[in-house]
């Protein structure tokens, strides 16, 4: 219960975000690349941003926690930030907007915030 606290307060303040740099927050379960329908529902609200947004780009980070095997987890920092951008996809996202950054293995954010994927509206310069 301690945990849900943080994770709730990082996905409201990812919400609350405005203009370029808006931050959506999306969290797996450990090892998981499933999306939630809480997951469906943060990327549905990146992707409505998006086609609000144009000429913005949408980056898509994938994390996981590094559990001592790191190809293993650094492969599943890569499926989750393709899943996320497959359903950006789905979602009406242009394919060609989408730029996916997996990011290295780490416990440096903890166990819950190492298995999420973030979703940024950048710049396109």
């Known amino acids: 219960m301690r945990r849900l606290l943080p994770v709730v307060g990082l996905c409201f303040l990812a919400g609350c975000a405005t203009g370029p740099g808006r931050q959506y927050v999306v969290f797996f379960g450990g090892g998981s690349t499933a999306l ?3 997951a469906k529902n ?3 609200e990146a992707a409505s941003w998006s086609a609000r947004r144009p000429n913005l780009m949408v980056e898509v980070e994938g994390y996981a926690r590094n559990g001592g095997d ?4 650094e492969l599943l920092a890569i499926d989750r930030a393709k899943v996320v951008a497959q359903q950006l996809v789905a979602d009406g996202v242009p394919v060609n ?3 996916q950054k997996p990011r290295a293995p780490s416990n440096a954010d903890g166990v819950v915030g190492s298995r999420r994927v973030e979703i940024e509206l950048v710049s396109s310069s």
């Open 42 to 44: 943060v990327v549905a």
């Open 70 to 73: 790191l190809s293993a987890d």
């Open 97 to 99: 907007r989408i730029l």
């Open 36 to 38: 939630d329908d809480s």
